[in-house]
Nanobody
């Protein structure tokens, strides 16, 4: 069992930046691929970015090209999402997720989920 806790959400103006963190419980963090997803009001949850177990490979949604780099620190059991040049349409609940395999970055491919952190971008 892996428990995930996000932090760093909040209110920010368009064009600003935020960094989300997700801390995982347990001693097996480095065996999980980690992903960030978001769910905007009235929309389905969607993939934002993912990172493999070692951190060597990263993957991004076409909706955030170059704006939301993902990283991880396995010594701290933490994955990060740096959100830059934020837009009003980035407003959503952002959740981190853990997967035993890095072959499926869909919602159904994740094994564990955090409760999410709300990010609100104002105009």
């Amino acid at each position: 069992q892996v428990q995930l806790v996000e932090s760093g959400g909040g209110l920010v103006q368009a064009g600003g930046s935020l960094r989300l963190s997700c801390v995982a419980s347990g001693r097996t963090f480095d065996t999980y691929a980690m992903g960030w997803f978001r769910q905007a009001p009235g929309k389905e949850r969607e993939f934002v970015s993912g990172i493999t177990q070692s951190g060597r490979n990263t993957y991004y949604s076409h909706s955030v090209p170059g704006r939301f780099p993902i990283s991880r620190d396995n010594a701290k059991n933490t994955v990060y999402l740096e959100m830059n040049s934020l837009k009003v349409e980035d407003t959503a609940v952002y959740s981190c997720a853990a997967a035993r395999s890095d072959s499926n970055w869909s919602v159904g491919g994740m094994d564990y989920w955090g409760k999410g952190a709300l990010v609100t971008v104002s105009s």
